[in-house]
């Protein structure tokens, strides 16, 4: 059984900082992309940001291009979120997500296991 779990959300003023982290564990046997998404109440799931298995390609959503950072730590199966200059709109639940593949994915129906989420929470 795989199973993600996050960790480091909050309540933060707006322009500050918060990291997420997700841990990996169970018998993943391929190597698995990861990603970050988000849903604030009443919109659908967005994608955030994605990382590949080498960790050599990321992706970004449009709107925290520039002021988000994911990385990755194979060796402890875990993968973060660096979150700068947060704004009141990216107030939402944050969920974590393993591809059984190597190669970056953007789209939700590509990952095959999801963390239960963080919520993450904005102030103006």
């Known amino acids: 059984q795989v199973q993600l779990v996050e960790s480091g959300g909050g309540l933060v003023q707006a322009g500050g900082s918060l990291r997420l982290s997700c841990v990996v564990s169970?018998?993943?046997?391929?190597?698995?992309?990861m990603g970050w998404f988000r849903q604030a109440p009443g919109k659908e799931r967005e994608f955030v940001a994605a990382?590949?298995?080498?960790?050599?390609?990321?992706a970004y959503g449009d709107s925290v291009k520039g002021r988000f950072t994911i990385s990755r730590t194979n060796a402890k199966n875990t993968v973060n979120l660096q979150m700068n200059s947060l704004k009141p709109e990216d107030t939402a639940v944050y969920y974590c997500?393993?591809?059984?593949?190597?190669?970056?994915?953007?789209?939700?129906?590509?990952?095959?296991?999801w963390g239960q989420g963080t919520q993450v929470t904005v102030s103006s």
């Open positions: 997500a393993a591809d059984l593949g190597p190669h970056i994915a953007t789209m939700i129906d590509e990952y095959d296991y």
């Open positions: 990382i590949s298995w080498s960790g050599t390609n990321t």
């Open positions: 169970g018998r993943i046997v391929s190597a698995y992309a």
